[in-house]
């Protein structure tokens, strides 16, 4: 009964550092999403798809890369870590339908130094 | 472009009583749905309601029901007879274009006393 995992939960990188965090989920859906959430902020989309092979951009792309070459799995890539990019990273995912709450990982803090 | 307000940061209340939080919304979609997750101090988001904008009745699910006003633009949730473990975050969201994306407040602090 796992539903969104998300790998690592904790991460500290250098400025400049590269890294994937991994996002995997067991109930076949077809809609993948990661967004960040700042202290005092809501969640913030950075990346989304609608299906495997496909990916599109959020509100707060910059910085960031993603990848869904597995429909269960949804990539988020740092390729030059900043400082700005310290937050916590939540994945989400569901069905498509108007009514189809996310389902949400637990969360990756990421802090960069 | 869809906007969601929620203008209580901090809300306190007491355990057994009834707490309305508030969300306010601007969209320029005809049809849109409201979302409502709690965030508790460990950091997990769960899924708490859900409300069409046209669904006829206002959602409810166990302790928790919507307060929806469609012409106020208003989607408030109400929680029945607080328990301590309700003391968490609060966000609204609303659905943006056809594709599931959400956009969320900025969210209310519950604490419950006992």
């Known amino acids: 009964n796992a539903g969104v995992t998300q790998t690592p939960k904790f991460r500290v990188l250098k400025t400049g550092q590269s890294m994937t965090l991994l996002c995997a989920q067991d109930?076949?859906?077809?809609?993948m999403y990661w967004y960040r959430q700042d202290p005092g902020m809501g969640l913030r989309l950075i990346h989304y798809?609608?299906?495997?092979?496909?990916?599109a951009k959020g509100e707060v792309p910059d910085g960031y890369n993603v990848s869904r070459l597995k429909k269960q799995n949804f990539l988020l890539g740092l390729e030059s870590a900043a400082p700005s990019q310290t937050s916590v990273y939540f994945c989400?995912?569901?069905?498509?339908?108007?009514?189809?709450?996310?389902?949400f990982g637990d969360g990756t803090r990421l802090s960069i130094l | 472009a869809q906007k969601i307000t929620q203008t209580q940061p901090g809300m306190f209340v007491q355990e057994k009583e009834a707490v309305t939080l508030d969300c306010t919304y601007d969209?320029?979609?005809?049809?849109?749905?409201l979302f409502w997750y709690k965030q508790p101090s460990s950091g997990e988001m769960i899924f708490l309601i859900y409300?069409?904008?046209?669904?006829?009745q206002n959602a409810t699910e166990g302790r928790y029901s919507l307060n929806f006003q469609k012409a106020r633009k208003s989607a408030n949730l109400v929680i029945s007879a607080s328990q301590l473990g309700d003391s968490a975050m609060y966000f609204c969201?609303?659905?943006?274009?056809?594709?599931?994306?959400?956009?969320f407040g900025k969210g209310t602090k519950l604490s419950v006393k006992p």
């Open positions: 798809s609608v299906g495997e092979g496909t990916t």
């Open positions: 969209t320029s979609d005809p049809s849109y749905g």
């Open positions: 409300q069409g904008s046209y669904d006829q």
């Open positions: 989400a995912s569901n069905q498509p339908g108007s009514n189809q709450p996310q389902h």
């Open positions: 109930m076949n859906h077809e809609y």
């Open positions: 969201a609303i659905e943006r274009g056809s594709q599931g994306n959400l956009i």
